[in-house]
């Protein structure tokens, strides 16, 4: 094989199979070996035979109760009114877990014993008869000699270890850690740490994909980086292969002059697969080399991550004996539309909170190399192959990457992107580690809409309305006048020009967008920003169409800095605490409200209340203030 083409896009069950058959005619082994380990060793491993019970827990009855030992049928008639004196040899003092003295076959516990003393010694006076058996754990009561306490494939808890424990056990047979080899490849990568150049990508991959496996229960580690030479990564293949049982191979997986993976692959063993029906995550390579499993992992992050979970999480555990690891799912409502690619498994990563006691699943950026998508997704959202994607407000189904109660515990913050949001997010979880505060950046007038659709517990804005003068409030009374809404003013803030450090181009402001020779990069439809921008167009009557990257769009202030700082654009419009964030000059132009709606209902709802606190705090305050460019004198005022 001289090129490396794409052998086909393969649905993701297929490329399975046909991987997993492979990897059997090529010789590896479906199961690792069996260890015997201690008990405090095994949890986290999977049993390699089943767990048999050699001794009954407990051994023999015993106390379950503080009291006294009895003979229930002495007890009969004793009540709180009525109390039964027993002699010194009608009972026996037990603490809890002492064995049932001979002849007794109850307990009457602790807080219903009175003790007097009479001329035949001390008597136990009790107030409550009791049946036979009662505060008594019977022998085998836990678990009984011979019994089956825990069946081959199963991976141990502490409370299983604890159990065997009871059982007699001192050791368990499980299966051996499973092993996998990461190998980075590329020239352009360099470790983590390394001073950042332009031309340079650091390997976080490999630190991922390593910790990916560890979480699973893996012994993992990386090889050095090996530079783009199809003889240095066969070689390193070679040697990966021979001490673990899975390599990944890491970049090199597409069909680029550079990309060896798949050569390498089938010229030293066996290529199943080279292109999996799966975004991100196309460029899949599955084979085996020397009885070992090979993945050719794609060398964007996000591509990188679900390939570990779609091909390598079954792989290990099935190495295992163990079922494959399972995430539980809800049902959710979109927060906005979705589209998506027919002909792919396209899994989408999703923030998640609950507004209306309804999870609501806010999509995140999906570019593949996106690597915050990855750190803040709280779920996972698969659109198959054949649907075209979702319109906002459509209930679909989301795995869980965070539990329950924790998105039950998550303001959802939907419009307009400001760095305040950001700060208060971070405020509020340090106060609160069980509170979240979530935001996604549609714009002024797409948080407006997910507010009227109940999609979000605020919306932030700063719609400009051109035939008033007013923010914010004439487009509520538009869209939502029947609606009880109300507006708390979160910040004032400057809107102007971000430039390059030092204005080169010598921009002045808005008039000279008029200029052929200055590009610009705009925020999106929907956005404040642009609504701002366009009403100030007008006023000074410049076509649109005349500014140079007016279609150029960036979802948030901070992006659209990125892109002048990198020199993509000499300009573009938005606040100045992201011309601070990338040490770029600013021009102002406007100053403007910032604001957040909510239903007024909602106002009194206590997953809330720590944001208005929050919003009252002069700490808080100078926290925002020291961003640059926003004034906090009427923030947390009601305006409405």
């Not at 064995?99 to 035949?120: L, N, Q, S």
């Not at 009662?134 to 019994?147: L, M, N, Q, T």
């Not at 021979?242 to 191979?249: E, K, Y």
């Amino acid at each position: 094989m001289h090129e490396s083409p794409f052998i086909s896009d393969v649905p993701v069950e297929s490329a399975l199979q046909v991987w997993v058959d492979t990897c059997g005619s090529a010789g590896c082994p479906i199961r690792l070996e069996a260890v015997r380990l201690s008990l405090e060793d095994a949890v986290g491993r999977v049993t390699a035979e089943p767990v048999w019970a050699t001794r009954s827990s407990p051994v023999g009855d015993s106390a379950a109760m503080d009291g006294i030992a009895v003979l229930a049928s002495n007890t009969g008639g004793a009540t709180q009114t009525t109390p039964l004196q027993l002699g010194p040899d009608a009972y026996e003092v037990v603490d809890t877990g002492d064995p049932i003295p001979d002849g007794f076959d109850a307990v009457v516990m602790r807080e219903h014993v009175h003790y007097v003393t009479t001329p035949a010694g001390e008597a136990a006076e009790i107030m409550s008869a009791v049946p036979p058996y009662a505060h008594v754990r019977s022998i085998g009561e836990d678990v009984s000699a011979g019994e089956l306490l825990l069946p081959e494939g199963h991976r141990l808890r502490p409370v299983d270890v604890a159990a065997a424990a009871a059982a007699g056990a001192t050791e368990l047979v499980v299966h051996r850690r499973p092993r996998v080899a990461v190998i980075p490849t590329g020239d352009e990568i360099v470790p983590v740490g390394s001073p950042p150049q332009r031309d340079q990508i650091l390997d976080t991959n490999s630190l991922m994909l390593v910790a990916q496996a560890r979480e699973a229960g893996c012994e993992s580690w990386a090889t050095p980086i090996q530079p783009d030479v199809q003889e240095q990564i066969s070689a390193a293949v070679r040697e990966a292969a021979a001490t673990a049982d899975l390599v990944l191979v890491v970049a090199g997986s597409s069909a680029g002059r550079d990309d060896y993976t798949a050569r390498v692959v089938d010229e030293l063993g066996e290529l199943a697969v080279h292109g999996v029906a799966v975004r991100p995550g196309h460029p899949v390579v599955l084979g085996a080399v020397d009885a070992t499993p090979v993945i050719g992992v794609p060398g964007f992050p996000v591509s990188a991550a679900l390939t570990f979970d779609i091909f390598a999480l079954p792989l290990l555990a099935a190495l295992e004996g163990a079922a494959p690891p399972h995430r539980p799912q809800v049902p959710a409502r979109l927060a906005r539309k979705l589209p998506s690619v027919v002909g792919m498994d396209d899994w989408v990563r999703v923030r998640l909170g609950s507004v209306g006691g309804q999870v609501v699943a806010s999509p995140l950026p999906r570019g593949a190399g996106v690597l915050t998508s990855l750190v803040r997704a709280d779920g996972l959202l698969l659109v198959p192959t054949g649907v075209e994607g979702h319109h906002a407000g459509e209930e679909v189904s989301v795995q869980l990457l965070r539990r329950l109660p924790e998105i039950e515990r998550t303001i959802v913050a939907i419009g307009s992107h400001d760095l305040v949001i950001d700060l208060a997010a971070t405020a509020l979880r340090s106060a609160d580690p069980t509170l979240t505060l979530v935001s996604t950046n549609v714009g002024s007038l797409g948080g407006l809409v997910a507010l009227r659709d109940g999609l979000c517990h605020l919306a932030g804005s700063h719609l400009l309305h051109p035939e008033t003068g007013e923010y914010t409030l004439p487009y509520l009374d538009e869209m939502m006048s029947d609606r009880d809404l109300a507006v708390v003013r979160l910040v004032h803030r400057d809107q102007g020009l971000l430039v390059q450090p030092g204005n080169p181009r010598g921009i002045t402001g808005l008039a000279d967008l008029a200029g052929a020779d200055l590009s610009y990069v705009n925020r999106q439809r929907g956005a404040g920003t642009r609504m701002l921008l366009d009403h100030e167009l007008r006023r000074l009557e410049i076509d649109p169409a005349k500014v140079s990257g007016y279609a150029r769009e960036e979802p948030t202030h901070l992006a659209v800095a990125a892109a002048i700082s990198a020199g993509r654009a000499d300009c573009g419009l938005g606040i100045m605490a992201a011309a601070r964030a990338f040490d770029l000059d600013f021009v102002p132009v406007s100053r403007e409200p910032y604001d957040l709606v909510v239903e007024a209902g909602s106002l009194d709802d206590p997953l809330l209340d720590p944001l208005w606190k929050l919003l009252d705090s002069p700490d808080f305050h100078a926290s925002i203030e020291a961003l640059g460019g926003y004034g906090t004198e009427e923030t947390g005022r009601r305006i409405r």
